[in-house]
């Protein structure tokens, strides 16, 4: 069966006249309490998500749809993202048979913030991420799933999250993509002195502050800082940014960046590694200026050390976002997932 990705050349017109109006008719929004966990104390406002019904998706009969369902696929995102920012992978797992769930995390997208600075993404405890995705893919992700596997799909700081709960929640997902995970951030100095000042300044008071140099969204959108990545792609994110407030978070709050290290270290450690079961795809991406990719490394030798399967998959040229990329690494990359996923064979052309 042939499988085929968005045109580059036309992405913008494929998107808006197809993919988007066939998204919208299998869309389902809904929103979560916070998850209650030991340890942590409670906070109000609720987590926004999205859901995706792959029958009412075959239902619309679009070409290379497979027709057949497969199970769930949730989707845990990156720092500063959204939603609808998942589109065209949201559709491509449509198109093979998974119906999707898409949680936005605390201080992202239309989800409950904590600081009156809309730009701003802060956090009080890392592990309040795990406890509200746990509890997502455990309720609304179960559920989509309808008794067939349900899979985890990450993205960078979502990638991080998602590697605390395969460690906390070791049988939750039958297998699990992590793209450029968060394993450890790029802070631009050596992580031990980042954490260091973070912690200085937010027993100063400042955890609620946005990091030195990082402010609001800038609106001209500058084809040169995404070098290497599909032009067509990144100006569409662009523009999904633009077109709403609840998309521009742009700046780490100095609490974000303490609890994105303390994370760090939590599931670097091999007790913790050891507690994995469900197979893992790691992808690494060779040009990353977000995370760092020696940590990515050592997780896996950990983990895969504690007996459970990982493999990793490295893209010398690509950039932090793989799904951004050209449409000659993009087919590979679908490809893998959905092989790894364990979806009937298809074609990517």
């Known amino acids: 069966m042939d499988f085929r990705l968005i045109d580059e050349e036309r992405y913008a017109r494929q998107m808006g006249e197809r993919v988007l109006p066939a998204l919208e008719a299998c869309?389902?929004?809904?929103?979560?309490?916070?998850?209650?966990?030991?340890?942590?104390p409670p906070v109000d406002g609720?987590?926004?998500?999205?859901?995706?019904?792959?029958?009412?998706?075959?239902?619309?009969?679009?070409e290379g749809a497979t027709g057949v369902f497969h199970g769930a696929v949730v989707i845990s995102h990156g720092f500063t993202e959204f939603a609808a920012k998942y589109a065209e992978m949201i559709w491509y797992f449509l198109l093979a048979g998974y119906s999707v769930c898409m949680m936005e995390h605390r201080g992202h997208g239309h989800s409950a913030r904590d600081v009156d600075e809309d730009h701003i993404v802060y956090i009080d405890d890392w592990r309040r991420y795990v406890a509200d995705l746990a509890k997502f893919a455990e309720t609304v992700g179960r559920a989509y799933s309808d008794g067939q596997p349900m899979h985890l799909y990450c993205h960078s700081m979502g990638g991080g999250i998602g590697a605390a709960v395969l460690?906390?929640?070791?049988?939750?997902?039958?297998?699990a993509v992590l793209s450029s995970?968060?394993?450890?951030?790029?802070?631009?100095?050596?992580?031990?002195?980042?954490?260091?000042?973070?912690?200085?300044?937010?027993?100063c008071g400042m955890g609620r502050r946005a990091v030195f140099g990082q402010g609001p969204m800038d609106p001209e959108f500058k084809p040169e800082e995404h070098e290497g990545a599909s032009q067509a792609r990144v100006r569409w994110y662009h523009e999904q940014r633009l077109a709403d407030p609840h998309h521009r978070t742009n700046a780490a709050a100095f609490s974000w960046v303490r609890q994105?290290?303390?994370?760090?270290?939590?599931?670097?450690?091999?007790?913790?590694?050891?507690?994995?079961?469900?197979?893992?795809?790691?992808?690494q991406s060779g040009r990353d200026v977000w995370v760092l990719n020696e940590p990515q490394d050592r997780f896996v030798a950990r983990v895969r050390d504690g007996g459970a399967d990982i493999e990793r998959v490295r893209y010398d040229d690509a950039v932090h976002e793989i799904f951004s990329m050209p449409n000659a690494t993009l087919?590979?990359?679908?490809?893998?997932?959905?092989?790894?996923?364990?979806?009937?064979q298809l074609v990517i052309v």
């Open 46 to 62: 609720r987590l926004h998500y999205v859901c995706y019904d792959a029958a009412k998706f075959d239902d619309l009969r679009e």
């Open 331 to 344: 087919g590979d990359y679908v490809g893998r997932i959905l092989d790894f996923y364990g979806s009937p």
């Open 260 to 283: 994105a290290l303390r994370l760090s270290r939590a599931v670097q450690k091999t007790s913790a590694c050891d507690r994995i079961e469900t197979p893992i795809l790691l992808f």
């Open 167 to 175: 460690e906390q929640h070791p049988t939750l997902f039958d297998k």
């Open 27 to 40: 869309r389902v929004e809904g929103w979560m309490d916070p998850a209650e966990e030991p340890g942590l």
């Open 181 to 203: 995970p968060m394993i450890a951030p790029a802070t631009g100095v050596p992580n031990w002195v980042a954490s260091l000042a973070a912690e200085i300044l937010c027993a």
